[in-house]
């Protein structure tokens, strides 16, 4: 049966078929070209790439490539490209005025390659492998992708407007497309663009830049690189196909290097491709072999070997090599040093291509060759090549290396070598080399540097190969298994180093927090383990961040190293509540030295600005809100983080330099150092450099003075004490080191520590004379065979490089090189005579006459290179800024010394040509190199020479017609480059387009030297286009110091240098004035000479005007000061009483003139206030008067002046001097008229009548003749003289400079007095006879309101106008810098030529400052001072000195005497070391251990009880040494006994135990009471008077005390220690633990420590328990019962009711847990009647 179709079933096929016919309409033409098999596609093909700078008249650099393609189809996919006829030129000139310049020679070497025929994979508009011939250069492969990628089109068929991530040249890159389909003309037009700075694979190579750490976080808006690239496809399809018309490309690279919007250099590449025909011819495949090359991903390859400059020809390296090392042999001119850098880059790149065998041959040829060897050395450690590296490595291993020069090789070998499999393995056989093993130096070298290899070769990856590590792990194991501390520090910095994750359990185990066993390693250990963390904190920051954070929680630490977690833990960068956690557990923080330290590291981070710490910056202003109330105000006892930076959002670039200030408790100052600079540039931060300095119980070894401490009765009393006092025990043992490392660009480069015993060994060798003797001896032998010879030292401190692709397909590479190198010629006979004796002493040296003839020149050179342009093997087209800094000097010169005679004579020859002492210089070019035409390099000033017109003084020209080439070439100018950004455009039309020009000269001249020296300047810049600091910056700079000769009447034959101090000094004047006066006779007397003196230095004359000054008396109105502050005085300003008429126009204001007057308040928190006391003396009159010169208003009573000051403003507060008669004061008058006058043999009076001169009385002290001899003329010159005028209370100083010359009347006059304890004056006039410029000062203690104060002032009659210029610059900044400052100002009028400052000590802690300008009052209040200074209210700041100490020194002694512990007992208040002040009730009869020496040393032991007869009388026991001291009181006398025997009080007992002891102890009477002085066992003072008792210990004491009065370790929390350590509840407690238990039937005390129980029920955890006490109570005696009890707060450790523990034989219940804290009661007294003793 057949069956027919049915109407439905026919019904629907027709209805699929009109559906499908509908969507085949409606479906969108495939637009992706395609090439049909048969068939060859002609295009024309033209690139060019242009650098530069936007705008015209600058120069470019470009090259362009023109060529002709015939693509063809061979398979499905696979496509033929043959390039034809290529041409390629070179652009060096101005755009666009001057043309391309062809380039024939390379034209056809890259023909050579680019002809070939090249094959592709094509499909659906996406291009794969790329295929070329094999012997291709990766150039033309490059080429061919830059091609190949105008093809590459991503179509969407559903879209029009789309965005992926596309693959291309550049790598795989957000990607923007945009179709306009014309399908009535069937024609589509494609544009796509692409951020080349949002790449999800870019395509880049980065050399040298593996320290430099990227912000992930940062904006991409703001990287001082960006880049774009823009395509547009213009497509032509019918039913069977689409062509590709015409492809265009144009790229961007914009390269800020200060991140200006406008300040950018530009790099601009354009393709075009268009469609001449096509042709029918089936291409075939080229039988040539065809080697995979990749996809169109740009391959980089030769530009690791290339350097942008120069540009070599490679034909035979050692032969280039042994070429370039002659001519750096010979390259010692100084015009030269540039080139010498250039020829050191080549050898370092040549370097990288040489194979070992051959650079061994190079070496055997040139090391024995002392010119060569540096240059060699310093190559080969700079080429950082495999080859290179392991040559090293064999050359250190065969020791044809010193230890010297191998240590500075193989930092820079490690800093400069590429990182890769084959220079690891290498870097590895640098740990076992045995003659590296042998040098402690060199191994520390090798470790540190394999650990930074290890970083930079893992750094792109998160983990890293295991077997890398392997061998630093191996190191810390065994430095473990062997207790070596140094292989541990080893070990753990290069792992440090390495930086990575796998490390993290092998620096756990050195860490006691992880790791109990680690317990017992020394502190530095446990900080060096914390410090390796820093780098593996940036792979993984949330696993060190908890790391670190439970080490700083750890309170069993040392301090020290838990703030270097606190360091490690804010480097993580944690998040705020992080941070407000670690606020809390600093709330509660028991160490305040930790406390300090982490509150003031959050201050630090709360101002910084930089964008990677904004997040932490915020959350650290949060937590110091909640840290301010406590630790704002803590001393300089305490650790520090100390900040200083900035940072311009602007231009994305800032510095910080941070010092880490880290006390320990043994010490007052800062133990520990660490500051680090680190820099921020375009969201990159690196560490530039971070040097430590840690030091440990160094005081301790440094006074030893070897006093046998242990064979005391102290000792071992101390010892028995400390069996009976329940847990204690002497403090650790710490031994003496120093250590220091050095960490550059983040890498530990080396690090040095100093044990015990090369310290002891150092100091023996320090005090033996005879070493001294022998040292001093071996430096004269070598010195007298003298100095010969030329050393040099080239280094490369710098390559940077970074290169990414260009859509042409070359490479564009911006880079920086740097290039140091230092020189020293020197050829140095010395000759000591007489000639030395055998038995040689140093003293001998004192009678000898050393004669010196030197030439020496040293010279320094530094150059740096920055590049931006193509670079390649074949050639190199773009900008280069070179910048150059050179330091040279010649030194010639005989010298003879007569060591007896005091004398010195120095010759050296005059200026006979021109010299440059150093120099700047920096230029910037366009360049075209290229390989076939390497001497002949084009080269272009980028800011064209000369002037060039303005653009708007140009006339119109229409532009001339252009066909084919060319005429492209004027449509399609660049139009960054040509155009610019012309919203930026910041073009003055008075300026020349070209450039802005800036040349100065500045010359000081000596004609009497024939000398001058001259400052030149030349500057011509691009910053007339655009003010940038990049226009600035290009085009040429030059700077120089430079001595040029000066024409004289008469030539010059030499320049003499003599310098003559003691008695002869005076002659040598003489005989300078007599070469001109013959008639005089040098055997003059005494008078004549005095005379001789003031005429031959021209002071007569000033001291003749001096005197008629004084005489005169010039009444002066007082005149609103000028505005100019610094304006020149009027004639009647200029007199003798300037000082005083000035300083009186000022101060004696009523307060409220000026009230009306503007007032800026502080910007910020005012800084506390202190208490302020008003002084009580006895009421005086106050008085003020025309008449007074002393420019203050005087109070004749100090009651009354402070209860006047007290309540006005602190600005209009008057200063009052000590010394109520100001004696001296018309001294500092007539010293700015003349000179100052010093003090007679009998003393100072008030009217000084005449000033004197010093050479009155007292000859000269020195003389100073600088002149030049002339060939038939008297010499020419200045002269020095210097006079003194030492006395017990008063020392002068005078010095005068003059002219040698006879008609000459120019002269300076300088004089300074320390007139007594309490002012200093000094003064300096300079002119004709000193009269033309005047400047005075004086110095002045004495009270500001009720404070201790001092008073500087100075004035300035008349000074040059160079110096009012200078200081009104000065001027301009004052107030916002006291603005930014916090410091208030008030603006109101003063004397026109005088400053006072005035700074009041307010506490030992604060001051208050005043500074009264011209026009301006600046001030603050409760000033925080770093260190305390003595002082009290209504107290002088400084006493009348002693006649054998001056006033500086009694100052600095009582600064430091004040940074000394006190320790004080009155009546029941105690203050401790750490001035904790607190109340405690003594039991009577009952010693308690007051301080004592906790230390090793057991050196001293301080006890003290309470006499039963009185509550307010006490007795002491000393125990020092073998002496046993007791002070008590009798009969209201005070009594003394001295090992059991009384000794008188009235008669100063002194002990010294034996004459090879230093030991001496002094006891004598002072005050009401006895003092006791032992400062070689650190107790440096102790006051007694039966009612008082103070204690003072030395500084070296720090942290090593303990007893009542504390540990001296500035831990105020943690002061009511007991004996075991535990932290008392209380202050009874804390006393009551320090108790020296008796027997209670032998002694008088009846009290003893128990451990007691809580009698009533106690429910602990819901549960029956028993608790027993922690610490013992004290308790009467058995047989004895309390007569009076004190309730006190204990801990208790709780058991459950029903277990078996009890007290019986519990000797150690403190190391029990605390449970629960209760009252109980403690016995004071006892009552023993029914006591059972032993008869």
Request: hydrophobic residues 35%; contains cysteine; proline residues 6%.
């Amino acid at each position: 049966m057949s069956l027919g179709k049915s109407p439905f079933a026919l019904g629907m096929k027709g209805l699929i078929l009109a559906l499908v016919l509908a969507l085949v309409g409606g479906q969108k033409q495939d637009l992706e070209p395609v090439f049909h098999t048969g068939k060859t596609y002609l295009y024309g093909y033209e690139s060019f790439i242009l650098h530069g700078l936007p705008g015209k008249g600058l120069a470019t650099a470009g090259v362009k490539l023109t060529c002709k393609l015939e693509i063809s189809r061979v398979s499905q996919s696979d496509h033929l490209l043959q390039i034809r006829s290529p041409k390629l030129e070179e652009y060096n000139g101005f755009w666009p005025t001057d043309p391309f310049t062809p380039s024939p020679r390379l034209t056809k070497t890259i023909a050579a390659c680019l002809t070939q025929a090249f094959k592709f994979e094509y499909t659906e508009g996406r291009v794969g492998n790329i295929f070329a011939p094999e012997d291709c250069p990766i150039l033309c492969t490059n080429l061919v992708r830059g091609i190949l990628n105008m093809m590459q089109i991503t179509i969407k068929k559903s879209q029009n407007v789309y965005e992926l991530q596309e693959a291309g040249i550049e790598g795989i890159c957000q990607t923007r497309y945009v179709i306009q389909d014309d399908s009535k003309n069937s024609r589509a037009t494609i544009s796509k663009s692409k951020d080349l700075t949002d790449c999800q694979d870019k395509a880049v190579m980065d050399m040298g830049t593996a320290y430099l750490r990227p912000c992930p976080t940062c904006p991409l808006k703001v990287r001082n690189i960006k880049g774009t690239v823009m395509f547009t496809y213009k497509m032509k399809y019918d039913n069977s196909r689409t062509l590709m018309t015409s492809a265009t490309s144009e790229q961007v690279y914009l390269i800020s290097p200060f991140n200006e919007p406008n300040g950018v250099a530009v790099m601009e590449a354009r393709q075009e491709l268009s469609l001449v025909g096509i042709k029918r011819a089936s291409a075939s495949v080229p039988k040539a072999r065809l080697q995979n090359q990749g996809s169109l991903r740009y391959h980089f390859s030769g530009e690791v070997l290339q350097m942008p400059i120069p540009l070599l020809r490679i034909k035979n390296p050692d032969l280039q090599i042994s070429e370039t090392l002659r001519q750096l042999g010979q390259k010692d001119e100084e015009e030269a040093a540039k080139e010498a850098s250039v020829r050191f880059l080549e050898m370092v790149q040549l370097f990288r291509i040489v194979t070992l065998d051959r650079i061994e041959s190079l070496w055997v040829q040139f090391a024995s060759n002392p010119p060569y060897r540096p240059w060699f050395l310093s190559a080969i450690c700079a080429a950082g090549a495999t080859d290179t590296f392991r040559f090293l490595k064999q050359e250190i291993h065969d020791g044809k290396l010193n230890t010297w020069e191998a240590a500075m090789a193989l930092p820079l070998a490690f800093h400069f070598v590429t990182p890769n499999k084959e220079t690891l393995q290498v870097a590895s056989t640098f740990l076992t080399c045995p003659q590296i093993q042998k040098a402690p130096m060199l191994r520390t070298l090798v470790h540190l540097g394999y650990g930074s290899m290890v970083n930079k070769y893992c750094e792109q990856s998160s983990l890293c190969p295991a077997e890398l590590l392997q061998p630093l792990h191996d190191l810390a194991t065994e430095a473990t298994s062997k207790g070596d501390a140094k292989d541990m520090a080893l070990a753990l910095k290069a792992i440090g180093n390495a930086g990575q994750l796998a490390s993290i359990k092998r620096i756990l185990k050195f860490l006691p927090t992880f790791s109990p066993a680690a317990a017992s390693l020394p502190s530095r250990i446990h900080t060096d383990a914390v410090l390796a963390l820093r780098k593996i904190a940036r792979k993984d920051p949330i696993k060190v961040r908890e790391i670190s954070l439970q080490v700083f929680m750890d309170n069993t630490l040392a301090p020290k190293v838990r703030m270097v977690a606190c360091v490690v833990l804010f480097e993580t960068k944690p998040a705020l509540p992080t941070v407000t956690a670690l606020a809390s557990a600093v709330l509660t923080e028991p160490s305040l030295q930790v406390a300090s330290f982490t509150y003031s590291h959050m201050k630090a981070l709360a101002v910084s600005r930089v964008p990677q710490l904004y997040h932490l910056s915020a959350a650290c202003n949060i937590a110091i809100k909640l840290l301010s109330p406590r630790f704002d105000r803590l001393s300089y006892r305490y650790s520090k983080v100390i900040h200083v930076g900035g940072y311009s959002s602007e231009y994305q670039a800032g510095a910080i330099w941070r010092v880490y200030l880290m006390n320990s408790p043994s010490t007052v100052f800062p133990s520990d150092v660490i500051t680090k600079v680190r820099g921020y540039y375009a969201n990159t931060a690196t560490d530039i450099i971070e040097v430590a300095l840690r030091s440990q119980s160094l005081t301790e070894l440094i006074r030893k003075q070897n006093i046998p401490f242990a064979e005391y009765d102290t000792y071992k009393t101390l010892e028995e004490l400390g069996k009976t006092l329940l847990g204690w025990k002497e403090l650790p043992t710490e031994d003496p080191l120093v250590s220091t490392y050095i960490k550059v660009l983040g890498q530990e480069i080396a690090f040095v520590d100093i044990d015990k015993d090369v310290i002891q060994q150092t100091m023996t060798s320090i005090k033996r004379s005879s070493y001294w003797e022998q040292v001093v001896k071996k430096v004269v032998e070598e010195v007298q065979q003298g100095i010969s010879g030329r050393w040099t030292l080239p280094a490369m401190v710098g390559d940077l490089r970074q290169v990414v692709p260009t859509v042409v397909g070359v490479p564009l590479e911006l880079s920086l090189y740097s290039v140091a190198l230092a020189q020293a010629a020197a050829d140095v006979d010395i000759r000591i005579s007489p000639p030395l004796s055998d038995n040689f002493r140093p003293s001998q040296l004192l009678e000898s006459n050393i004669d010196v003839y030197a030439d020496i020149k040293p010279r320094a050179y530094f150059h740096m290179i920055a590049t931006m342009g193509i670079n390649t093997q074949y050639f190199q087209s773009g900008l280069e800024f070179h910048a150059e800094f050179t330091a040279n000097t010649t030194m010639k010169f005989d010298m003879r010394i007569n060591m007896k005679e005091k004398n010195l004579k120095l010759e050296t020859p005059p200026c006979h040509q021109e010299a440059e002492l150093a120099a700047v210089r920096s230029e910037v070019y366009a360049v075209s190199r290229n390989m076939e035409e390497v001497d002949s390099e084009k080269r272009s000033h980028i800011v064209p020479q000369g002037e060039v017109p303005s653009i708007a003084d140009q006339p119109f020209q229409p532009p001339e017609g252009s066909s084919g080439a060319e005429s492209w070439k004027q449509r399609n100018i660049p139009s960054v480059i040509s155009k610019g950004y012309q919203q930026g455009s910041e073009e003055a039309p008075h300026h020349s387009v070209g450039g802005r020009s800036y040349t100065q000269n500045i010359c000081a001249k000596v004609e009497s030297l024939g000398c001058s020296a001259c400052l030149s300047l030349k500057s011509r810049n691009s910053a007339s286009l655009r003010n940038t600091y990049l226009h600035k910056l290009v085009g040429e700079l030059k700077a120089k110091i430079v001595l040029k000769p000066v024409h004289t009447d008469a030539d010059i034959e030499k320049i003499q240098l003599e310098i003559q101090a003691g008695s002869k000094a005076a002659s040598k004047i003489i005989d300078v004035a007599s070469s001109g006066a013959k008639e005089e006779d040098k055997t003059s007397p005494f008078e004549d000479i005095k005379a001789k003196l003031k005429k031959i230095l021209g002071i007569e004359n000033v001291f003749k005007v001096s005197n008629k000054t004084l005489k005169r008396r010039i009444h002066r109105t007082h005149e609103a000061a000028a505005t100019d502050p610094w304006a020149w005085p009027s004639a009647a300003q200029l007199s003798d009483s300037s000082f005083s008429s000035t300083a009186s126009s000022a101060d004696e204001k009523e307060p409220g003139n000026d009230d009306k007057k503007h007032e800026i308040q502080k910007s910020r928190k005012k800084r506390g206030s202190s208490s302020r006391s008003v002084s009580s003396a006895s009421s005086k009159t106050c008085s003020s008067s025309g008449e007074d010169h002393s420019g203050d208003r005087h109070c004749s009573g100090d009651g009354e002046y402070s209860n006047q000051q007290a309540s006005l403003p602190i600005y209009h507060v008057l200063f009052k001097p000590t010394d109520e008669q100001d004696p001296g004061r018309e001294a500092l008058n007539s010293s700015i008229s003349s000179s100052s006058s010093s003090a007679s043999d009998g003393g100072t009076s008030r009217a000084v009548s005449q000033p004197k001169f010093l050479g009155d009385n007292k000859p000269p002290v020195l003389a100073v003749i600088l002149r030049a001899l002339h060939r038939n003329e008297q010499p020419t010159g200045l002269q020095l003289v210097l006079y003194t005028d030492t006395q017990p209370t008063r020392l002068s100083m005078q010095g005068f400079v003059s002219s040698i010359t006879g008609p000459s009347r120019w002269k300076l006059c300088a004089d300074a007095s320390l007139i007594n304890s309490h002012k200093v004056l000094g003064s300096l006039k300079w002119g004709k006879d000193c009269q033309d410029y005047q400047i005075a000062a004086r110095i002045t203690t004495g009270q500001f309101a009720a404070y201790p104060a001092t008073q500087m002032k100075l004035e300035w009659p008349r000074v040059p106008s160079i110096v009012k210029r200078t200081a009104r610059w000065f001027y301009s900044f004052l107030p916002g810098a006291a603005y930014l400052l916090g410091y208030s100002q008030r603006q109101q009028h003063g004397p026109s030529h005088q400053a006072t400052l005035v700074i009041a000590l307010t506490s030992p802690r604060t001051c208050d400052v005043v500074l009264k300008l011209p026009e301006l009052t600046i001030y603050d209040r409760a000033i925080r001072l770093p260190l305390p200074f003595p002082s009290s209210p209504n107290t002088p700041i400084s006493t009348p000195p002693s006649p054998d100490q001056s006033i500086l020194s009694q100052a600095a002694f009582s600064i430091l005497d004040n940074l000394k512990a006190r320790c004080s007992v009155f009546q029941n208040t105690i203050t401790t070391f750490n001035g904790v002040e607190f109340n405690y009730s003594m039991p009577a009869n009952c010693y308690h251990v007051l301080v004592q020496d906790c230390s090793p040393q057991l050196k001293f032991l301080v006890t003290m009880k309470r006499l039963k007869e009185s509550a307010d009388l006490t007795a002491i026991n000393v125990r020092l040494a073998s002496h046993e001291v007791d002070m008590y009181v009798s009969d209201g006398l005070i009594q003394l006994k001295v090992n059991g025997v009384q000794a008188p009080t009235d008669v100063p007992y002194t002990s010294n135990p034996g004459k090879s002891l230093s030991f001496i102890m002094v006891i004598s009477s002072e005050k009401d009471g006895l003092s006791l002085k032992a400062t070689d066992y650190g107790l440096d003072k102790l006051y007694y008077d039966g009612h008082r008792l103070e204690i003072q210990v030395a500084f070296w004491m720090a942290g090593k005390t303990c007893g009542i009065c504390g540990k001296y370790d500035a831990e105020k929390e943690r002061e009511y220690q007991t004996p075991s350590g535990y932290l008392a509840k209380d202050a009874m407690s804390f006393g009551q633990s320090w108790i020296i238990p008796e027997d209670p039937c032998a002694g008088a005390c009846k009290l003893q420590r128990k451990f007691v129980k809580i009698e009533k029920p106690v429910a602990f955890e819901k549960v029956a328990a028993k608790c027993f006490s922690v610490e013992p109570v004290l308790r009467c005696a058995e047989g004895c019962s309390a007569t009076r009890t004190v309730s006190v707060s204990v801990g208790f450790h709780c058991v459950p009711a029903d277990s078996t523990f009890n007290l019986e034989g519990q000797i150690r219940l403190d190391q029990k847990s605390e449970d629960i804290v209760s009252t109980v009661s403690a016995h004071m007294a006892c009552s023993c009647q029914q006591q059972s003793c032993p008869a």
